[in-house]
């Protein structure tokens, strides 16, 4: 399993509509090929500041199945007017409660 995460800074203003239009956005990568889970938290500390976990199967299922995909562009095109920034990488669990 990978964990890709990203930092996402929302455009002032814009926070409510951010989170309404992820939970659309978030189906074209849910239809992913290795897509297994993801979790979107919104920073106390910084009000414009989002952090999202997305498990997938593989690093590839990421990359090349959904990066390279239609889907891609079809989220891309609903987050852009949102983003004044995103900060991504992928993590390798190692130890867990759960």
């Known amino acids: 399993m ?3 995460k990203a930092y996402f ?3 002032e203003g814009l926070e409510s509509k951010f989170e ?3 939970k659309e956005a978030v189906r074209y990568v ?6 297994i889970s993801y979790r979107l938290l919104k920073s106390i500390e910084t009000e414009r500041k ?5 498990e997938w199967e593989t690093l590839v299922s ?3 199945g959904f990066m ?3 889907r891609f562009e079809k989220f891309t095109s609903l ?6 920034s995103v900060e991504m990488e992928h993590l390798a669990p190692l130890q867990s409660d759960n």
Not at 50 to 54: E, L, N, R, T
Not at 79 to 84: G, K, Q, V
């Open 2 to 4: 990978v964990i890709e």
């Open 9 to 11: 800074t929302i455009h």
């Open 20 to 22: 309404a239009i992820f």
């Open 30 to 35: 849910a239809e992913t090929e290795g897509y």
């Open 50 to 54: 989002y952090v999202i976990f997305i």
């Open 62 to 64: 990421h990359t090349e």
């Open 68 to 70: 390279s995909s239609h």
């Open 79 to 84: 987050m852009d007017p949102f983003l004044e």
